[in-house]
């Protein structure tokens, strides 16, 4: 349980980051984002090499392993490719511009739909009993810190973040987010092949 704690430190800790970069106080964003994000990824591997273990067919597993390896794909490339990783994470203030395109064009806050399959697919590659009980903890906290996100920081962070509002859903993509991604995917294939 004391994992669990860990975890909830490590994304109120992590959230922080946006409170920090308005008030752009140099280098502590850096050392928020590193702590709070090392905590949830310690909390996150010792919750799944938690010793009491799920009773589920090996199909399962396998399966979670496959869902596992595509969740950290997107994951990471919604979070650490689409955005600009020193300017979103290391250096003092907020990014320059909003970024709506890519992953971005099919929902606000992307991270959060891998992140939920993420955890899903390591409940099934882990079998932790554990996990079982801190999935539901974890994902309503980075639901909830993305709804405070959207509420009270983009909005003061980013100039064109209410147009983006109402033309991109927060969470859950719809057939107008479906086809602003794959054109945005289209329009970045092009551009690839004019250089």
Request: aromatic share 12%; hydrophobic share 55%.
């Amino acid at each position: 349980m004391n994992y669990i704690l860990v975890g909830i430190a490590g994304f109120l800790i992590i959230h922080l980051c946006d409170p920090v970069a308005i008030k752009r106080i140099p280098v502590v964003k850096t050392i928020v984002w590193v702590a709070g994000s090392g905590l949830l990824v310690y909390a996150l591997v010792m919750i799944s090499l938690w010793p009491d273990r799920l009773s589920l067919p090996i199909w399962s597993t396998w399966l979670g392993w496959a869902l596992l390896s595509v969740s950290t794909l997107l994951f990471l490339c919604s979070l650490f490719i689409s955005l600009p990783f020193r300017k979103t994470y290391l250096a003092t203030g907020v990014g320059e511009k909003l970024i709506t395109g890519g992953l971005y064009a099919l929902a606000r806050h992307p991270g959060v739909l891998w992140y939920i399959l993420l955890i899903l697919s390591l409940i099934l590659a882990s079998k932790s009993v554990l996990l079982l009980i801190a999935a539901p903890i974890f994902i309503l906290l980075d639901i909830a810190a993305v709804v405070l996100q959207d509420m009270f920081f983009f909005g003061r962070m980013f100039a064109d973040y209410e147009s983006y509002r109402r033309q991109t859903p927060m969470l859950v993509p719809n057939r107008k987010s479906i086809r602003a991604f794959i054109s945005s995917l289209r329009q970045a294939r092009v551009q690839d092949e004019a250089f």
